[in-house]
């Protein structure tokens, strides 16, 4: 497990099968943002943590269980947000998080929790737009940013000037709008919170963090989604088929190779994957599915 300390008190993972999860000492204990998805890398994500003091909160950034599969292991409240919990009470059930984890990583299956461990991890402190969390010397700026999904939640820490972003944001040349994705011009919006906040590093939900030149790739991200917006306004202005625009977009917008994550694949969209997204895509920039 590869942890990188940006900063005296923050400590953040790279390259792991699933997010990239985090973590902040304080003086009086530390805060996880995002927790491992492989059940054995559980304990020693806990032991680096006890390392540097107790477990007080775990912040979880969204409802995709690539960043909150193994809460209910660990011994702390969740926080996340209204809707982020909602998704994750209603739509991560046994059968669902079976099927999702063997389409992403079919080669080598990723081990469940219990459905009632992942119940206990389950957020017990919700918030609906903003919430505050001090720590000692340590404010925890805990927001709803839309954009990867409706309930996606930034963590800015002034202290250390350092963001959370989760998957709101990537080092990658592509990405842009997410299958889960439920206004554009929201997640424009969060891309220009993430630049007022001016903080020095940004963590990753996946990949590589944002060690430099942080407003070129904030502004990267928003060109890419504008371009990808205005795509999906011609293809609809031409009267293109679904299938047909799914086929320009490959052109258009190539996926990105994703490197293994500690050396498992991951596998890539498929036709009906991409097909369905072309159809989101489609609704939440303004128009019907009858093409």
Known sequence: MEILQPTKNVFVATKLRGCNPGFVVTSEGVVCIDIP?????VEPWKEEISKRGKLRYIITTE?????NMTNGL???????????SEFMAETNNELWLRTQTDRLY????????????YRRGLPTITFSDRLTLRLGSHTFQIMLMPGHTPGQTSVYIPEEEVLFASDNMSTAQSGGLSHDIRSPDVYLETLETYKKLKPRFIACGHGDHVTSDIDFYIDRRASLTREMVAAVKKCKAEGLSVDEAVERFAKLFPPAKRPPEEGYSTRPATPYERR?????????????TSW
């Open 37 to 41: 998805m492989d059940l054995f890398r």
């Open 63 to 67: 409802f995709h269980f690539d960043h």
């Open 74 to 84: 660990f011994d702390a409240p969740v926080i996340a947000s209204e809707i982020t």
């Open 106 to 117: 079919d080669d080598v299956p990723v081990p469940l929790p219990s459905i009632e461990e």
């Open 276 to 288: 369905r997204s072309m159809v989101h895509w489609y609704q939440v920039i303004g128009g019907n």
